[in-house]
């Protein structure tokens, strides 16, 4: 309650049965920035022993495999962990743990099997495992918030701490490789996987999951402005996906040395993190909706800009881009579905629609590695299909708001017949 002289008292420490704890949201970032440097020495180690062995003639039709591979881990966690997320009591928690404990049994296999085939299914789980992470993080992020209006907040310190802490942890990561090898810098991410799970443990929410429901859930989770967004949100992945490969080839056709590609993959990672520092102020401005539209729009215009300017400028801004319009998108997203998909149901959406965003992204990559695309050519296309996008979307919003209205006005002056 706030005084006569405008100040607040302080809010008391977040405690349990009389001892103070760490607030719930800080846990689960603690939580979650474990996790991603698991994650990013897991990327070293595998590095180190199976990839960049790809030859130059196989190129494309091995990278074309791999993309189709990506989705793999998406048809287990969409149709079986998801409901898993929704039905458990806790199971939020409980999942976010149990996606740390199994990948840290997974690295260690894994360190064992460096060298083997028995490795690929390793890789498999912790890439499973991961996904799993990524969607009871955001099915949780709710139930620690005690802000609802916080929600792109909230996300964006997530992924801001997330990528920040992770890339920290692949430095170590590097210099364990060169040390001691591969199967060492597994180890070490099983034992960081392991501190994650502990941590999840002690998450504690500050709204209780709400189970059940299921029925009512899935219609709540067809409601227009989600599938809206949705769509929105799968453009801008796969405009990533399809920038991505679009610049890996245009450079290689070009015999561009192998600093130019770095140059633009930290010009998207920069943008991503720009995205997260931006997007919580724009957030308390306009709703996560414009949001959308706006990343969309982003991608629209720099796109004329890169048309114009080619070459290595070109690309670098282009990515930039597209990694900070992606970036805040997605934050936007996850905050509408946090937002509106009833609790009961949010872990099968998160995994259904990550699943989705994931087939998007292969999709957006597929293209220029099946068809050569001249650069130019490729952000005419990126333009066009981001800007028809943003007007699709912000068409669509304008209708659904109309058709509630309207709904909203029919029932409102009610008679009951007997």
């Known amino acids: ?58 190129a494309r039709g091995r990278v074309a495999l791999s993309l189709v591979l990506t989705m793999a881990p998406f048809a287990v966690v969409a149709p079986l962990l998801g409901p898993v997320i929704d039905r458990v009591q806790g199971g939020r928690r409980l999942m976010v743990a149990a996606a740390g404990a199994g990948r840290a049994v997974a690295a260690l296999f894994a360190a064992s099997w460096i060298d083997g085939l028995l490795l690929f299914p390793a890789a498999f789980a912790l890439l499973v495992l991961s996904k799993t992470h990524a969607v009871a993080k955001s099915s949780l992020v709710p139930t620690v918030v005690e802000d609802r209006e916080d929600l792109v907040g909230a996300n964006a310190r997530l992924a801001l701490a997330g990528a920040l802490v992770s890339t920290a942890a692949a430095l170590p990561g590097i210099v364990v490789l060169q040390l001691v090898g591969a199967e060492w810098v597994m180890r070490l991410a099983a034992v960081v ?134 970036g805040a998108g997605k934050l936007a997203f996850d905050a ?3 937002r509106d998909a009833p609790a009961a149901a949010q872990g099968r959406a998160f995994a259904r629609f990550e699943a989705v965003f994931q087939l998007a992204w292969v999709a957006g990559a597929l293209l220029p590695v099946a068809v050569t695309v001249p650069p130019r050519a490729g952000y005419v296309l990126l333009g066009l299909g981001a800007g028809g996008t943003a007007v699709a979307y912000a068409a669509g919003l304008g209708a659904n708001r109309r058709t509630i209205a309207s709904r909203a006005a029919r029932q409102a002056p009610t008679t009951t017949f007997e």
């Open 336 to 338: 509408l579905v946090q």
């Open 193 to 326: 996987f392991a501190v994650a799970a502990a941590s999840a443990l002690r998450i504690v929410q500050v709204h209780p999951d709400d189970p059940g429901g299921r029925a009512m859930a899935s219609a709540e989770l067809r409601h227009a402005g989600i599938r809206l967004a949705a769509v929105a949100t799968g453009v801008l992945r796969a405009s990533v996906g399809f920038l991505t490969f679009l610049v890996a080839f245009a450079l290689r056709r070009d015999h561009e040395p192998a600093w130019v590609f770095g140059v633009v993959l930290v010009a998207s990672i920069g943008g991503s993190l720009v995205a997260s520092v931006v997007a919580p102020p724009v957030r308390r401005r306009v709703q996560e909706e414009h949001l959308l539209v706006g990343s969309l729009g982003l991608i629209a215009v720099v796109m004329l800009i890169a048309v114009r300017v080619g070459g290595r400028p070109a690309a670098g801004v282009a990515a930039a881009a597209v990694g900070m319009a992606a």
């Open 1 to 58: 309650m706030a005084t006569d002289t405008g100040w607040r008292p302080l809010r008391r420490p977040v405690s349990v049965d009389g001892r103070i704890t760490t607030p719930p949201f800080r846990r689960l970032a603690v939580t979650h920035a474990l996790a991603l440097s698991g994650d990013a020495l897991v990327t070293v180690a595998l590095a180190g022993s199976l990839f960049f062995d790809i030859s130059p003639t196989a």
